[in-house]
């Protein structure tokens, strides 16, 4: 496809469980951003990738959330032991460079509910 | 702190009756200041990328502007079509990651 998609595009689960997110990012596109949104505001970051690394993981909000990227291309957020505070859409986007050089195209979004 | 503010919150426009919606920013070095279009259900679309005070971008019906502290994303005779949430996003200079704004929800009724 053209655009970036993520998968699933909703995921119900319940507190303490685990969830894995994914994010296909544009083909080619070297830098990969996840954000965080909750209703009625805006992305929050949460981490960037360049390539396979994660070049700012400053938004991460505590150790339950990590990322991986592992060939460069398609990436995983993963969430473990849950929390109703953890709802929230989560968007991926991709740009050709990074660091701002480049437009950042958004994917759908994946619509987190914790119950 | 550095913070990026959006006003109006939320904003009904009759459709051709021109607007503008303000972003502003609280900043110690500002890289960029970009401008997406985010529909219900969907992630945002990108409009507009200004980088230096004076800059002006401009696409159909939206103009955007920039300032050493805000930016301005004026709306000419609007149609039902561009109700949207209108987000602005900050790309400082110390960083490499984006502070987005919460957004201006606009509606334009026919």
């Known amino acids: 496809g053209a655009g970036v998609s993520q998968t699933p595009s909703n995921k119900v689960t319940e507190k303490g469980k685990y969830v894995e997110l994914r994010c296909d990012p544009i083909s080619g596109h070297t830098a990969l951003y996840w954000y965080r949104q909750s209703l009625g505001q805006g992305p929050e970051f949460l981490i960037y990738?360049?390539?396979?690394?994660?070049?700012?993981d400053s938004g991460l909000p505590n150790d339950r959330f990590f990322a991986v990227r592992p060939e460069g291309s398609v990436s995983t957020l993963k969430i473990q032991r849950t929390e109703r505070g953890d709802s929230a859409v989560y968007l991926c986007?991709?740009?050709?460079?990074?660091?701002?050089?480049?437009?950042?195209?958004f994917g759908p979004g994946t619509r987190l509910t914790v119950l | 702190e550095d913070q990026v503010t959006q006003s109006p919150e939320a904003l009904r426009l009759q459709e051709g009756e021109s607007s503008s919606l303000n972003c502003s920013y609280t900043v110690s070095g500002l890289r960029g200041l970009f401008w997406y279009r985010q529909d219900p259900g969907k992630g945002p679309e990108f409009l507009f990328t200004l980088y230096s005070a004076g800059e002006e971008k401009e696409k159909e019906r939206l103009k955007a502007t920039l300032t050493k502290k805000e930016s301005f994303l004026h709306i000419t005779a609007p149609k039902p079509e561009d109700s949207a949430t209108y987000l602005c996003a900050v790309l400082f200079n110390y960083g490499q990651n984006f502070v987005f704004g919460p957004g201006t929800r606009l509606s334009v009724l026919p």
């Open positions: 986007a991709s740009s050709l460079a990074g660091a701002g050089a480049d437009t950042q195209y």
């Open positions: 990738f360049q390539g396979t690394g994660a070049a700012d």
